[in-house]
């Protein structure tokens, strides 16, 4: 069937390093995608989003990659901080069976960042 | 506040009772949703409201669960005679507007209700 999923369950890096975090989707129909960032006991915050229409889209210390062929999704983080680590997910936008939109949730990454 | 607003943070209940957890959103946010968060999963969709639409109701697992989103802005998600696998965080969102092709907005959550059954 059609989902969202990770590569990697869990990441390690080191401090200074930069992170690359990897999704994949199998809806060709899906044009919109997000990244968000959950820490523990939070809800997910909004990190970055990229349109079907773009490759590559630049925020503040990171970058998505959207690879239409393959179907796959990246976010990259520059100079990787303590900050940083929290369980990242990739969401899709794509048709509901009651014809509308919403969101699709993968399972997340856990990224850990060793000091 | 600026953020979406949930309440309340944390609700322990007996197995059988009913709950009902609030959201309020982003002023000027015409969408809304409710998602379910397992530990250590992902986020199930539950329930989405778009201005004054009917809602798509194509997440709710049962018919025990039900949501209302009133004056276009507040919402409550009930869930009735509670069981144990309800047990979860139920995160509210919602963005200026949604749909369409390139006509999204990213979706601002709230920081959940953890809800735990007896």
């Known amino acids: 069937g059609e989902s969202v999923g990770l590569h990697l369950p869990t990441l390690s890096v080191q401090e200074g390093d930069n992170s690359i975090i990897n999704c994949a989707y199998s809806?060709?129909?899906?044009?919109?995608f997000i990244w968000y960032k959950q820490e523990s006991g939070k809800g997910p915050q909004f990190i970055i989003d990229i349109r079907s229409n773009m490759d590559k889209r630049q925020g503040q210390r990171v970058t998505v990659l959207l690879n239409k062929t393959v179907k796959h999704l990246s976010l990259q983080i520059a100079a990787t901080q303590p900050g940083d680590s929290a369980v990242y997910f990739c969401?899709?936008?794509?048709?509901?069976?009651?014809?509308?939109?919403?969101?699709?949730f993968g399972k997340g990454t856990k990224l850990s960042v060793i000091p | 506040g600026a953020g979406v607003s949930q309440s309340p943070s944390n609700k322990v209940t007996e197995k059988g009772k009913d709950v009902e957890l609030r959201c309020d959103p982003i002023?000027?946010?015409?969408?809304l949703y409710w998602y379910r968060q397992s530990l250590g999963q992902g986020l199930e969709f539950l329930i989405y409201?778009?201005?004054?639409?009917?809602?798509?109701k194509s997440g709710l697992p049962s018919d025990r669960f039900s949501a209302e989103r009133t004056g276009g802005s507040v919402s409550t998600l009930t869930i009735q005679r509670t069981q144990q696998e309800d047990s979860a965080v139920y995160l509210c969102?919602?963005?200026?507007?949604?749909?369409?092709?390139?006509?999204?907005?990213?979706?601002?959550f709230g920081d959940g209700t953890r809800l735990s059954i007896l």
């Open positions: 809806n060709s129909a899906s044009d919109y």
């Open positions: 002023s000027g946010h015409t969408a």
């Open positions: 409201f778009q201005g004054n639409s009917a809602p798509d």
């Open positions: 969401a899709e936008n794509r048709r509901s069976g009651a014809g509308s939109y919403q969101l699709t």
């Open positions: 969102a919602s963005s200026q507007r949604t749909g369409g092709r390139f006509g999204n907005q990213p979706q601002h």
